[in-house]
């Protein structure tokens, strides 16, 4: 072989492969915590634009995901929590479950092969209405209808937020070989 044709072989147009389920695992799981990072710095602009985002008082007041640390790690592995600690469960729940979403998006991406556009926002409208509806189901938050609308745009603007960016960091860790 001549070194004129090993240099058309590289530069010869690659087909697309594949992935391999792993692959798709890995690059899901990364994506969910890129969109769990864009998601996060979304909601704490908003808390310092309202001057809020203070730790609550007392479990009642604690974030959902906060509440469900809370009961499993005092009813199933019995080890009291602080509320002051609520803060950090809620840190630690999104960590544990935004991976895993970004997983699903990933199965997902690859069988369907939509736009980051489309998938992205109806991905991130599913992600809020799994929160609305297993949140009271948990009893750990009272049903959404009876917040006030502004919030529950707020609320829903984070999750369609977090479903784009979930989107094109999938898409972007694709072009990139990851």
Do not use: C
Not at 33 to 40: N, V, W
Not at 88 to 94: D, F, Q, S, T
Request: aromatic fraction near 8%.
């Amino acid at each position: 072989m001549s070194i004129r044709h090993l240099d058309r072989l590289r530069r010869a147009p690659q087909e697309r492969r594949a992935p391999t389920p792993l692959r798709i695992i890995g690059r899901g799981a990364l994506a969910g915590y890129l969109g769990l990072t864009a998601m996060g710095l979304l909601v704490k602009g908003v808390e310092a634009l309202k001057g809020g985002g203070g730790e609550p008082d007392d479990w009642v007041d604690a974030e959902p995901p906060a509440k469900f640390a809370h009961r499993f790690l005092e009813g199933v592995a019995l080890r009291p929590v602080s509320i002051e600690r609520s803060g950090l469960l809620n840190n630690a729940m999104h960590l544990i479950y935004a991976p895993a979403l970004g997983l699903w998006y990933g199965v997902f991406q690859e069988s369907l092969r939509p736009r980051p556009l489309t998938h992205g926002l109806v991905f991130g409208s599913s992600v809020w209405t799994l929160r609305v509806t297993l949140n009271p189901l948990l009893k750990l938050k009272e049903p959404f209808w009876r917040d006030p609308p502004a919030r529950n745009v707020v609320d829903a603007s984070f999750h369609l937020a977090f479903g784009l960016a979930v989107a094109y960091s999938y898409r972007e860790l694709e072009r990139r070989g990851v």
